[in-house]
């Protein structure tokens, strides 16, 4: 019920190119879906979030997809960068009990120059 | 502004040896505070949060405690490190409200020897 899963486990993209992450969830009680990236040695840090009254939402390269029905949403990195080469990581927040974040598994995105 | 401090950034600890980490939230008040950790190469596995002083709920059966003596401390313990006690370390806290992200420090790597 609490389950995030996320794909791919690792993405390689060219320089200019769309950087696309999928996730599914199951907790129908999550209300909140975050998107986190990290560099090496660092902490998560947010990168752009979705509530599940909305289908898009676009903030500069980053936008996200939500698909209520379907309990998926993914990830677009538009013109994709060296600089974007991280780990991003998908997640999902509960109104309600487990006042925590379930996250994804992690997608390790290479952008080549 | 808000800002979480870690430390120590990194850690090497024998095997037995107990374990004190410490994080403090600056610019807030109230917040949720939480534990994570990250296996290398893994995703986020929540530890334990905390929704105020002395209020610690745990995640899983493990080796570590936590307690927050104070309104924006929260330490995480161990009385006698395992091996598989090595991963990164990460504080993070959220404002008590519905659909509010969790901002992380920089973490802890703890090397087990």
């Known amino acids: 019920q609490q389950q995030v899963k996320q794909s791919p486990q690792s993405l390689i993209v060219q320089k200019g190119g769309i950087s696309i992450i999928n996730c599914a969830y199951e907790n129908t009680a999550f209300d909140y879906f975050p998107w986190y990236q990290q560099f090496p040695g660092k902490g998560p840090a947010l990168l752009i979030a979705?509530?599940?009254?909305?289908s898009e939402k676009k903030e500069g390269r980053f936008t996200i997809s939500f698909n209520k029905s379907a309990k998926q949403f993914s990830l677009h990195i538009m013109d994709s960068q060296p600089g974007d080469s991280a780990t991003y990581f998908c997640?999902?927040?509960?109104?309600?009990?487990?006042?925590?974040?379930?996250f994804g598994s992690g997608t390790r995105l290479q952008v080549q120059p | 502004s808000q800002t979480i401090h870690q430390w120590p950034a990194t850690l090497v600890q024998p095997v037995g040896s107990p374990l004190s980490l410490e994080c403090t939230v600056e610019?807030?008040?109230?917040?949720?505070l939480y534990w994570y950790r990250q296996a290398a190469g893994r995703g986020l596995q929540l530890l334990f949060y905390s929704v105020g002083i002395g209020q610690i709920s745990s995640e899983v059966p493990q080796n570590l405690s936590a307690s927050r003596p104070q309104d924006r401390q929260f330490i995480l313990s161990s009385k006698k490190l395992l091996l598989s006690d090595s991963g990164f370390y990460l504080c993070?806290?959220?404002?008590?409200?519905?659909?509010?992200?969790?901002?992380f420090g920089d973490g802890t790597r703890l090397s087990i020897l």
């Open positions: 610019g807030t008040s109230n917040p949720n």
């Open positions: 979705i509530r599940p009254d909305v």
């Open positions: 993070a806290w959220s404002v008590r409200a519905r659909a509010t992200p969790q901002h």
């Open positions: 997640a999902g927040l509960a109104d309600t009990g487990r006042r925590a974040l379930t």
